[in-house]
């Protein structure tokens, strides 16, 4: 599989954006997803992860209440929903995927990247 992450831009504090992670293969619903973020001199950050059915979802502290994970295996995309955005939700995000990723919060869980989109949220 391979994935392609867009919808990244500029806004504002407060304002929201919608992420998709398009992917292309034939098995798609066999792998666990996750969005991470990084900004240049940090490591890369978990942010989200959703398992292969979609229905159990993981966030981290930061976005937890604020951000949505989600995935339609039909159409093979899967979407990160950011509301409330802050300045600190500024950097590239990335979607990531692996078969054996589901629950694991670190990018080397992951075996499959794609491009990242960026976001900035400006004061």
């Known amino acids: 599989v391979q994935l392609q992450a867009s919808g990244g831009g500029l806004v504002q504090a407060g304002d929201s954006l919608r992420l998709t992670c398009a992917a292309s293969?034939?098995?798609?619903?066999?792998?666990?997803l996750g969005w991470f973020r990084q900004v240049p001199g940090k490591e890369r950050e978990f942010v989200a992860g959703?398992?292969?059915?979609?229905?159990?979802?993981d966030y981290s502290d930061s976005v937890k209440g604020r951000f949505t994970v989600s995935r339609d295996n039909i159409k093979k995309m899967a979407f990160l929903q950011m509301n409330s955005l802050k300045p600190e939700d500024t950097g590239i995000y990335s979607c990531?995927?692996?078969?054996?990723?589901?629950?694991?919060?670190?990018?080397?869980?992951?075996?499959?990247w794609g491009q990242g989109t960026l976001v900035t949220v400006s004061s």
């Open positions: 959703i398992s292969q059915s979609g229905y159990s979802q």
């Open positions: 293969g034939h098995t798609f619903n066999s792998y666990g």
């Open positions: 990531a995927a692996d078969r054996r990723a589901w629950g694991r919060r670190t990018p080397n869980s992951y075996g499959i």
